[in-house]
């Protein structure tokens, strides 16, 4: 196999651009179990924004919002509400991830840049992706401070924080438009080095009403999996559609964490008023039938609304947020593992009939 061009060690952070970050945090906080680590904002000689670093386990989310209305955050949610911005992962190099990326053809967005200040040199660089986001390439090695230059600590700083127990992010879904995944299918392999994991083709993944086509893309290790989604055409508009058309534009649609216990963190994540998509009772009716033996009692799955599916490697099970902000776009995914590499295929009949319940309510079906 032929080295590769864009080593890249793990996810860094996922950026998101909000309208209050001071009032996402506490939702992410007390709805799902987040720590706040680190703040930059006016108290740190911040003039332009307010960040807040919100870390669980391995995962690292980072909330911005803009403190006056010419600055492209603000631009950012005026046009696709609350959102993931920046995709960012740790990489050796940053000005190398740059220079191989866009000698590939990768349009690039921040030029390699180094800041220094008084806990090292904090370097990163960063690439367009789908929409009007952008991937991050962050180098951390040389910085010890709290996240980044410009950052205060909070709550003890970065660290391990257990919270409901989601552990790290096991991958992360793109919604293109209509015809466009091929093209990022070929972004991610000819400019990042990814490779194609598997293949749902359309009819596997279609409801009467509603459909998708979908494409997973794995990087060199295969620590980040990115799926990219097309709306495919339907009796009724496409879930992907509904996306696209409140995002204004492709970008991502949800984020999956993965826990060691999900019958746990759902029950945390239930109790702290976290809502999560429903299928009919029939679904359990018939699980063990579809699954076979599994670990965990499908009575505590019913009653979480848990849903699980089987392929040759194992079993994994898995369960959706209704979208977390008002437009119809970003949604979480809570999955653990056992065996497993897929994403739920099996599912995807029962999870789309509920969507599609939750779209007719919304008018846009
Ligand atoms: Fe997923």
């Known amino acids: 196999m032929s080295e590769d061009f864009l080593p890249i ?51 690292r989310l980072v909330l911005t919002t803009a403190l006056g209305p010419d600055h492209p955050v603000s631009r950012h949610t005026y046009l696709h509400g609350d959102g993931v911005a920046v995709i960012a992962m740790e990489v050796p190099d940053a000005a190398s991830a740059y220079a191989e990326s866009t000698k590939r053809g990768a349009t690039g967005a921040i030029a390699p840049t ?5 806990h090292g040199v904090f370097r990163y660089s960063a690439i367009r992706c789908y929409g009007d986001t952008i991937i991050k390439f962050v180098d951390r090695q040389d910085y010890n401070g709290p996240f980044a230059p410009g950052y205060m600590a909070k709550n003890g700083g970065t660290g391990r924080h257990k919270g409901v127990g989601l552990a790290s992010i096991d991958h992360m879904v793109g919604n293109v438009e209509l015809g466009a995944m091929n093209r990022w299918v070929e972004f991610f392999a000819h400019t990042m080095g990814f490779s194609q994991l598997l293949h ?14 979908s494409k997973v893309m794995q990087n060199g290790n295969g620590k980040i999996k990115f799926p990219i989604n097309e709306p495919a055409e ?32 759902v029950t945390q994540l239930q109790k702290n008023g976290i809502e999560f998509l429903r299928v009919p009772t029939t679904y359990y009716e018939v699980l063990e039938e579809r699954v076979g033996k599994i670990n965990e009692p499908v009575d505590k799955l019913a009653e979480l609304g848990i849903l699980v599916d089987r392929d040759e490697e194992g079993y994994l099970l898995q369960i959706f947020t209704k979208p977390v902000e008002d437009r119809p776009t970003v949604f979480y995914e809570i999955i653990e593992r056992h065996g497993s590499r897929g994403f739920g295929k099996g599912n995807f009949k029962a999870l789309f009939e509920s969507i599609e319940r939750e779209q007719a309510l919304r008018g846009n079906l």
């Open 114 to 118: 180094a800041v220094e200040d008084e």
């Open 9 to 59: 060690k793990g996810m860094d952070h996922v950026e998101f651009y909000v309208g209050n970050a001071k009032q996402a945090a506490h939702y992410y906080r007390t709805g799902f179990g987040f720590t706040h680590t680190a703040y930059s904002g006016l108290e740190t000689g911040n003039r332009q924004t307010a960040s807040y670093v919100m870390e669980q386990g391995k995962i």
């Open 200 to 213: 749902f083709d359309d009819k596997d993944i279609s409801t009467e009403y509603s459909a998708l086509m």
């Open 234 to 265: 339907g009796k009724k508009k496409s879930q992907i559609q509904e996306y696209l058309d409140y995002y204004y534009g492709p970008g991502v649609q949800h984020i999956a964490c993965s826990t060691g216990n999900i019958i746990e963190t």
